[in-house]
């Protein structure tokens, strides 16, 4: 079986040529598992033997063993049921050899998917051309370097994570539809000078944090999404922008560890909301998050519970509301978050904050230059969620003070990666450091 890592960046799509599909099956090696008595099942769609899910030998034209036919099994007469007319869309993705399909025995390889990169060191990888562009493997697309720390665009969020596609209005092609700033409730945005500083496109986050992909980061923030060095910037100890909005739906939620405590009203809050066509072959996304609080050491347990907020639309299957980024024991990424491990304290490690003790394993390297000196940090994180091959779906990124809006927390997010293998399920792991 064609063995593939699990994530896949965005590739832009090239002009597509129309392509002879290579559709023909021959008499005892079975290319694309519809006729032959077995041999190679080349797409885990036939062979002797072969089942839905494919484990018929290896797979150069799909995207793994769970993109599967209808598992026809080996007649011995080479029958092939998707050698047709080039203008017929045999798999039913939308595509034919006519327009630009270069496997249409696949329904997950077509102009609307987006390209495998697999690990070439692994002698099972067979790379293949999913989006039909003419070329295999080519590398993840960037398109953030020349954003300005202050862009008012909000598809410059977008761009700065890795979502560099933008699909056609009114089409059915696959990117981001529409981008808008937003509360963090996902009510309109107020628009004043305050709250677009809370929204920024970083070259890094103090020197010891770098983009994880491309250029720039995105920063959302309660106070303003600026390093030191930033024009506008303003210190986290002390910004109140001067407005308040409405809790997300599902919120406010409230920490098991700290019971009796009671989330304030939301303030100073920033966000954006995407609108994304999901390509052909996706069952999954990723983006990779840094949530940085000056509430830690103080207000730990209080009302004063900054969050980082992710909401997608639709509700992934199995959970109460659209949020998808929280901590192991199911806290949302707020002051009162299991992952605070970036701080430091003159006695310790361990630490003591809010009558709990936090271990702080990470030290404070990543605080430095931030403005979060001397406070805390949850370095990079990945949330994970399911989608559906060709749907809308919505993702909503904001942060905002709760209680007043006077001590400021920022999350930073980038990398933002589709995943080719069935099975995601919604949850956030914190991502190792890249060895030294």
Not at 24 to 49: C, L, P
Not at 111 to 127: H, R
Not at 289 to 313: H, M, Q
Not at 404 to 425: M, P, R
Request: glycine share 16%; proline share 8%.
């Amino acid at each position: 079986m064609r063995n593939l890592v699990k994530w896949i960046g965005l590739v832009g799509l090239a002009g597509s040529t129309v392509l002879g599909a290579a559709c023909t099956a021959t008499g005892g090696r079975n290319v694309f598992g519809d006729g032959g008595s077995g041999g190679e099942d080349w797409s885990g769609e036939g062979g002797a033997g072969a089942t839905p899910g494919g484990n018929g030998g290896s797979n150069p034209d799909g995207v793994g063993g769970s993109f599967v036919g209808p598992g026809a099994g080996g007649s011995g007469a080479g029958e092939n049921l998707c050698d047709t007319d080039v203008n017929v869309d045999d798999d039913g993705d939308g595509f034919s050899e006519a327009t630009g399909d270069c496997n249409d025995c696949d329904v997950n390889v077509s102009p609307n998917s987006v390209e495998v990169v697999g690990d070439a060191m692994n002698p099972d990888y067979k790379p293949s051309d999913e989006n039909c562009n003419m070329a295999i493997d080519e590398a993840v697309e960037t398109c953030d370097g020349a954003i300005a720390v202050d862009t008012q665009d909000p598809l410059d969020a977008a761009r700065a994570v890795e979502l560099c596609k933008i699909a056609t209005p009114g089409g059915t092609d696959w990117g981001v539809v529409s981008a808008q700033w937003v509360m963090a409730d996902g009510s309109p945005a107020n628009g004043s000078a305050n709250y677009h500083l809370g929204h920024g496109v970083l070259s890094g986050f103090g020197p010891n944090v770098k983009p994880r992909a491309g250029g720039k980061i995105f920063s959302v923030s309660s106070g303003a999404a600026r390093q030191p060095t930033d024009g506008g910037y303003q210190s986290p100890s002390g910004f109140s922008k001067g407005y308040n909005s409405g809790h997300p739906q599902g919120f406010p939620k409230e920490s098991p560890a700290c019971p009796g405590v009671v989330t304030g009203t939301p303030y100073d809050a920033t966000a954006v909301e995407l609108e994304i066509r999901v390509p052909q072959n996706a069952k999954g996304f990723s983006f990779d998050f840094n949530f940085y609080t000056y509430e830690w050491p103080g207000y730990i347990c209080s009302k004063y519970n900054d969050f980082f907020v992710a909401i997608l639309s639709p509700i992934p299957a199995g959970q109460p509301d659209g949020q998808i980024s929280f901590d192991m024991q199911g806290n949302p990424i707020s002051v009162n978050n299991a992952f605070m491990n970036v701080c430091g304290c003159s006695a310790g490690p361990p630490c003591t904050a809010g009558g709990k003790s936090f271990d702080c394993p990470l030290g404070t390297a990543e605080l430095d230059g931030t403005g979060f000196e001397s406070h805390a940090a949850t370095s990079w994180l990945k949330t994970q969620a399911p989608v559906t091959p060709g749907s809308t779906i919505r993702i909503r990124w904001g942060a905002y003070d709760s209680g007043d809006g006077v001590l400021d927390s920022t999350a930073i997010i980038d990398n933002w990666q589709w995943s080719a293998e069935a099975g995601t399920t919604v949850g956030t792991t914190p991502i190792p450091p890249i060895p030294k």
